[in-house]
């Protein structure tokens, strides 16, 4: 039977369909409401776990999404990324003697319930004559975004692209994170007043110096940029994808049907290349493989992605080093050679050095190949505002989230690396509340707490 674009986009809806009430209400039920509950603890943004839970069972679920939202801007979208297996779902007492409570499943209960019922949880705070300009409206903007206008600031988000949300709008596929889900985060720090001026890029629409001249504060959140060279020979012909480009095309319809039949090869070995294989499986390709030169101990995707991927059939080439694209008569993909790899001693960074295996190149037939090797940085735009920096990752003041220029602040990717810890959603959002509390304690001596 003949696939078309049509068919494909069904291939792009969520894939867990979330609790049934009756599911919510009985797991919900099971949970022990612990008194200094470990979950809370293990949560980066401290969710209030056992309390929304409670709420879910006394059907109180207005409640139960304000206490996930007030400690989680993007709260809904972290019920679906989040690794809750190594988070608080990791620490549910209940490990120990059954299985823990389905909590990412109850938060996305919850904030479901929200989006359906187009719940307004939040109100802006009384104006305090402070205004502030934040560069990008991923997670770490969003989330400093709604505490600023909590606070009564007048905030302006600067965004690139057509609409704000950043990598849980763009970057994580459709069937794992809708668009929709993001963008009502979006809505709901919109609701507060706050600005978002889309399809602006700092830097080139606007100079820097207009953002430090205009405004009291900025807050630098501008995430990652595209992936970078392989340094290859044929990595410029047809048919080599950026996975990060790639997935976005799968979030902005039409889909189209160039896959379905072909062969895909992916680079890499985190969640981004995950996404760029099982993205490639729903778009018809017959055979996909991920192609990583060290091995599975050392992949950096989480557990969950690695077994959705297997479910979706994906090959896993490990210790496999790919050495030149090559194309057809036309300029077009038609092969990849790779080298065998083994593990030598421990790099800088602890794990073991790929070695190449001697006399071991092959080569495989291909018809697309995505790059998926990390991401490169917007250091252009860094250096523009004048900020000191280790290759792209800003350095600040670990304390109050300052750079190097007292007045801009910086969270979420932009200052992920280099020791600063793991670039997850939920560590960006929390990271955007404490720029928020660190710059309005700059302005008005604020104390520690939350601004709600």
Same mark, same amino acid.
């Given at each position: 039977?003949?696939?078309?674009?049509?068919?494909?986009?069904?291939?792009?809806?969520?894939?867990?369909?979330?609790?049934?009430?009756? &599911? /919510?209400?009985? +797991?919900?039920?099971?949970?022990?409401?612990?008194?200094?509950?470990?979950?809370?603890?293990?949560?980066?943004?401290?969710?209030?776990?056992?309390?929304?839970? #409670?709420?879910? !069972?006394?059907?109180?679920?207005?409640?139960?999404?304000?206490?996930?939202?007030?400690?989680?801007?993007?709260?809904?979208?972290? !019920?679906?990324?989040?690794?809750?297996? +190594?988070?608080?779902?990791?620490?549910?007492?209940?490990?120990?003697?059954?299985?823990?409570?389905?909590?990412?499943?109850?938060?996305?209960?919850?904030?479901?319930?929200?989006?359906?019922?187009?719940?307004?949880?939040?109100?802006?705070?009384?104006?305090?004559?402070?205004?502030? /300009?934040?560069?990008?409206?991923?997670?770490?903007?969003?989330?400093?975004?709604?505490?600023?206008?909590?606070?009564?600031?007048?905030?302006?988000?600067?965004?690139?692209?057509?609409?704000?949300?950043?990598?849980?709008?763009?970057?994580?596929?459709?069937?794992?994170?809708?668009?929709?889900?993001?963008?009502?985060?979006?809505?709901?720090?919109?609701?507060?007043?706050?600005?978002?001026?889309?399809?602006?890029?700092?830097?080139?629409?606007?100079?820097?110096?207009?953002?430090?001249?205009?405004?009291?504060?900025?807050?630098?959140?501008?995430?990652?940029?595209?992936?970078?060279?392989?340094?290859?020979?044929?990595?410029?012909? *047809?048919?080599?994808? *950026?996975?990060?480009?790639?997935?976005?095309?799968? &979030?902005?319809?039409?889909?189209? *049907?160039?896959?379905?039949?072909?062969?895909?090869?992916?680079?890499?070995?985190?969640?981004?290349?995950?996404?760029?294989?099982?993205?490639?499986?729903?778009?018809?390709?017959?055979?996909? #493989?991920?192609?990583?030169?060290?091995? !599975?101990?050392?992949?950096?995707?989480?557990?969950?992605?690695?077994?959705?991927?297997?479910?979706?059939?994906?090959?896993?080439?490990?210790?496999?080093?790919?050495?030149?694209?090559?194309?057809?008569?036309?300029?077009?993909?038609?092969?990849?050679?790779?080298? &065998?790899?083994?593990?030598?001693?421990?790099? #800088?960074?602890?794990?073991?050095?790929?070695?190449?295996?001697?006399?071991?190149?092959?080569?495989?037939?291909?018809?697309?190949?995505?790059?998926?090797?990390?991401?490169?940085?917007?250091?252009?735009?860094?250096?523009?505002?004048?900020?000191?920096?280790?290759?792209?990752?800003?350095?600040?003041?670990?304390?109050?989230?300052?750079?190097?220029?007292?007045?801009?602040?910086?969270?979420?990717?932009?200052?992920?690396?280099?020791?600063?810890?793991?670039?997850?959603?939920?560590? /960006? !959002?929390?990271?955007?509340?404490?720029?928020?509390?660190?710059?309005?304690?700059?302005?008005?001596?604020?104390?520690?707490?939350?601004?709600?």
């Amino acid at each position: 039977m003949h696939t078309t674009p049509e068919d494909l986009i069904g291939n792009f809806k969520e894939a867990n369909a979330g609790l049934t009430s009756q &599911k /919510a209400m009985d +797991e919900s039920n099971r949970c022990l409401y612990c008194y200094d509950a470990p979950c809370i603890k293990a949560c980066p943004t401290s969710i209030d776990i056992p309390s929304f839970i #409670k709420k879910i !069972a006394s059907g109180n679920m207005k409640g139960s999404a304000i206490k996930i939202m007030t400690s989680n801007p993007v709260g809904a979208s972290c !019920a679906r990324v989040c690794p809750t297996e +190594e988070l608080c779902e990791g620490a549910c007492v209940l490990n120990e003697e059954t299985t823990p409570i389905m909590i990412g499943d109850l938060q996305r209960y919850a904030t479901d319930w929200a989006i359906k019922n187009e719940q307004v949880l939040f109100k802006a705070g009384k104006s305090n004559g402070k205004t502030v /300009a934040i560069v990008g409206g991923g997670p770490g903007g969003l989330s400093a975004a709604r505490e600023l206008a909590l606070l009564g600031y007048k905030v302006t988000i600067f965004e690139a692209e057509e609409r704000a949300g950043g990598l849980n709008s763009y970057g994580i596929v459709s069937f794992r994170l809708p668009q929709d889900v993001a963008l009502w985060e979006v809505e709901q720090i919109e609701s507060l007043g706050v600005e978002i001026r889309t399809n602006t890029t700092i830097g080139k629409d606007i100079p820097t110096s207009e953002l430090l001249d205009r405004y009291d504060k900025v807050v630098l959140a501008i995430g990652m940029s595209s992936v970078p060279d392989l340094g290859m020979e044929g990595e410029d012909l *047809d048919g080599v994808l *950026d996975a990060i480009e790639f997935v976005k095309s799968t &979030k902005t319809p039409p889909i189209t *049907d160039e896959m379905i039949g072909k062969k895909v090869v992916v680079i890499g070995a985190g969640n981004t290349a995950i996404d760029g294989a099982t993205c490639s499986v729903r778009l018809g390709a017959e055979n996909v #493989k991920i192609l990583y030169r060290r091995t !599975a101990d050392e992949m950096t995707a989480y557990d969950f992605e690695y077994e959705f991927a297997k479910q979706d059939g994906i090959e896993f080439n490990w210790l496999t080093q790919p050495t030149k694209v090559i194309s057809d008569e036309n300029g077009k993909v038609k092969a990849i050679e790779c080298i &065998k790899m083994e593990l030598g001693n421990p790099d #800088k960074d602890g794990r073991r050095r790929p070695v190449a295996v001697e006399d071991s190149i092959f080569t495989l037939e291909v018809d697309y190949v995505i790059k998926a090797i990390g991401q490169s940085r917007y250091t252009n735009l860094i250096e523009g505002f004048g900020l000191q920096h280790d290759d792209g990752v800003v350095t600040i003041n670990e304390e109050t989230y300052q750079t190097s220029n007292t007045k801009v602040f910086a969270c979420g990717d932009v200052i992920f690396g280099k020791g600063q810890g793991e670039a997850m959603v939920v560590s /960006a !959002a929390e990271q955007g509340k404490k720029v928020a509390y660190a710059l309005h304690r700059e302005l008005f001596g604020f104390a520690e707490g939350t601004a709600s």
